[in-house]
C-alpha cells in the first residue's frame, strides 16, 4: 500500500470532521448573543424613564405641529441640544473628562514612529 494512498484515506474522514466542525462554531457563533464581558451590569428599567420623557415630548411635537424656531432655540439653549437636553451628559466625552486622551495625530505619529525605528 501507498503512503499517499494510507494518507488520502486517512485524510478524507478528517477533513469531513472538520467541516462539520467549523460549521457548527460558526452556527454556535451567530446563535449565542454577544457577550460584554467586564462591562458593569444595568438594569433594563435603567433608561426607561428619560426614554418616557423623550416619548411624552415627540408626542407634544406631533400634536402641535412643527415648533417655531425661537422655541427650538429655547429649548436646545436647555442642554447638549434640544432633544436630549440634559440626558446623560455627564457620560458623554468632551473636553474636561478626556484630558488624557491621545488624539488621532498623536496615535498615528507614534505609529510612524514605531514603523521608522524597525526598519
Same mark, same amino acid.
Request: a negative charge.
Given at each position: +500500500?501507498?503512503?499517499?494512498? /494510507?494518507?488520502?484515506?486517512? #485524510? *478524507?474522514?478528517? *477533513? /469531513?470532521l472538520l467541516a462539520?466542525? %467549523?460549521?457548527? +462554531? #460558526?452556527?454556535?457563533?451567530? %446563535?449565542?448573543?454577544?457577550a460584554a464581558f $467586564?462591562?458593569?451590569?444595568? =438594569?433594563? =428599567? &435603567? @433608561? ?5 420623557? %423623550?416619548?411624552?415630548?415627540? $408626542? *407634544? /411635537?406631533? &400634536?402641535? @405641529?412643527?415648533? =417655531? +424656531? &425661537? ?7 436647555? $442642554? ?7 440626558a446623560d451628559a ?13 488624539? %488621532?495625530? &498623536?496615535?498615528?505619529?507614534?505609529? #510612524?514612529?514605531?514603523? =521608522?525605528?524597525? @526598519?
Amino acid at each position: +500500500m501507498n503512503f499517499t494512498q /494510507f494518507l488520502s484515506t486517512w #485524510l *478524507r474522514p478528517v *477533513r /469531513f470532521l472538520l467541516a462539520i466542525a %467549523v460549521c457548527a +462554531m #460558526l452556527l454556535i457563533s451567530n %446563535v449565542q448573543p454577544a457577550a460584554a464581558f $467586564g462591562m458593569p451590569k444595568s =438594569s433594563p =428599567s &435603567e @433608561g426607561a424613564t428619560q426614554f418616557d420623557k %423623550v416619548l411624552d415630548e415627540s $408626542g *407634544r /411635537f406631533i &400634536e402641535s @405641529g412643527p415648533p =417655531s +424656531m &425661537e422655541d427650538v432655540q429655547s429649548g436646545s439653549q436647555k $442642554g447638549i441640544n434640544e432633544v436630549q437636553k440634559d440626558a446623560d451628559a455627564d457620560k458623554m466625552k468632551n473636553a474636561q473628562n478626556s484630558q488624557q486622551a491621545t488624539s %488621532v495625530e &498623536e496615535q498615528v505619529k507614534h505609529a #510612524l514612529e514605531k514603523t =521608522s525605528t524597525k @526598519g
